[in-house]
């Protein structure tokens, strides 16, 4: 059975969210682009259409929104399931709006922003690991990931 947008919202316990923003405070990505995470979370929330909303695809899935969130909403986990109904639904971005830079990380790296060195010396100060717990971790699984992004057009259009 497909998910629908009520099943990720609940799943991702998005009706504890209090709005304090603290994940668009903290958003790598929303320093350089217009993401404003809270702003996703609320609209999918209230059942507003999310698919067309260009902000969807500005996350990186770098999961700091995630990690700092003070009534544990699982905004990363959210935004990639809404990205799949999305997708399932016919709706993604044009390649030509997502940068350059982030396809190249996505595929070196597995992110497609990696973390500063002062966020990764944060981040183990208050205990968390340097690195978020994602597919750059395990080697054969990151080679598995190039393997299929090496099949599709955007990576001719990346550069890579």
């Known amino acids: 059975m497909d998910k629908t947008m009520d099943d990720i919202i609940r799943e991702g316990n998005a009706y504890a969210c209090i709005q304090c923003g603290r994940c668009t405070g903290s958003c790598p990505s929303g320093r350089e682009c217009g993401l404003r995470t809270r702003k996703i979370i609320h609209m999918a929330r209230v059942g507003i259409d999310v698919f067309k909303t260009e902000e969807l695809w500005d996350c990186t899935t770098c999961f700091t929104c995630q990690e700092r969130c003070p009534k544990e909403v699982k905004i990363t986990d959210i935004i990639i399931e809404l990205r799949n109904l999305a997708v399932k639904n016919s709706y993604y971005p044009s390649m030509a709006d997502?940068?350059?830079?982030?396809?190249?990380?996505?595929?070196?790296t597995g992110n497609g922003q990696p973390l500063s060195p002062e966020?990764?010396?944060?981040?183990?100060?208050?205990?968390?690991d340097k690195e978020p717990n994602d597919i750059a971790k395990d080697k054969e699984a990151l080679a598995d990931f190039q393997k299929?992004?090496?099949?599709?057009?955007?990576?001719?259009?990346?550069?890579?």
């Open 98 to 108: 997502v940068p350059k830079i982030i396809i190249q990380n996505l595929y070196r």
């Open 119 to 128: 966020v990764s010396k944060l981040r183990s100060i208050i205990g968390l």
């Open 148 to 160: 299929l992004l090496d099949g599709l057009p955007l990576m001719r259009w990346g550069g890579i």
